[in-house]
């Protein structure tokens, strides 16, 4: 079966550090990847997804960049964090459930809570 | 741009009674509509879905309807368990297969007292 990693769970840095989480899936094979965010209060925005190795599309101007540089890691990255960058990171991979209810899905890995002080 | 909201930010409802969980979208190319529950400090997993191509659709006691007319569409749990408490998410994208323009609500969050 397909699973989805994560790390790290839980991240405290300071402004203008930078940030790598990464993200690993196991089970699949080219399997599309998506990087989300949930600020506070808010609904899930996509950052970044990836079709294959190397292939980034970003879906909103920031400070972060993603990678691809295999085919089952997606990594996502800053070279200087802002406050805003504050949020509960979620990867995700694009799959079939295999249920009659739902057929094209994402599913998501734990998340990654990052807190910018 | 919010084009998938969710008006309750939360809902309370009591054990053994129907939860009703709303959800409104204003994109017209949108046609494949989602929900996912979410437990703190854990990713969503999927819940149920629907096309356009339907008005209901059912698994166990989750029941998602769409009323494409109105642009919304609802969850309904019979019967609430404590259990279902969490938070839930409608997400919609315009295509069975495109999942890259995917687009999520602010979520609501379910509590379901014993």
């Known amino acids: 079966s397909q699973t989805i990693h994560q790390w790290p769970a839980t991240l405290v840095q300071p402004v203008g550090s930078p940030l790598s989480l990464e993200c690993t899936v196991e089970?699949?094979?080219?399997?599309?990847l998506y990087w989300y965010r949930q600020a506070a209060g808010r609904g899930l925005q996509l950052l970044f997804y990836?079709?294959?190795?190397?292939?980034i599309s970003s879906e909103v101007p920031q400070n972060l960049s993603a990678s691809r540089p295999q085919d089952r890691q997606f990594i996502l990255s800053s070279k200087k964090l802002l406050l805003s960058d504050s949020g509960f990171y979620l990867c995700?991979?694009?799959?079939?459930?295999?249920?009659?209810?739902?057929?094209?899905?994402?599913?998501f890995g734990a998340g990654s809570r990052l807190t910018v002080l | 741009d919010q084009q998938v909201k969710q008006n309750s930010p939360s809902l309370s409802v009591q054990e053994g009674r129907i939860s009703i969980l709303n959800c409104d979208y204003t994109?017209?190319?949108?046609?494949?509509f989602l929900w996912y529950k979410k437990y703190p400090a854990e990713g969503p997993t999927f819940l149920i879905s629907?096309?356009?191509?339907?008005d209901k659709n059912e698994d166990g006691r989750f029941t998602v309807f769409l009323n494409k007319s109105a642009k919304h569409l609802s969850l309904h749990i019979v019967p609430s368990q404590p259990g279902d408490s969490a938070v839930y998410f409608c997400?919609?994208?315009?295509?069975?297969?495109?999942?890259?323009?995917?687009?999520f609500g602010a979520g609501t969050r379910l509590t379901v007292k014993p």
């Open positions: 995700a991979w694009r799959g079939w459930t295999g249920r009659s209810s739902g057929a094209n899905v994402l599913t």
């Open positions: 089970g699949t094979s080219n399997p599309n």
């Open positions: 990836s079709v294959g190795i190397g292939q």
């Open positions: 994109n017209s190319m949108f046609d494949y």
């Open positions: 629907i096309s356009s191509i339907k």
């Open positions: 997400a919609a994208s315009a295509g069975l297969y495109n999942n890259n323009d995917m687009r």
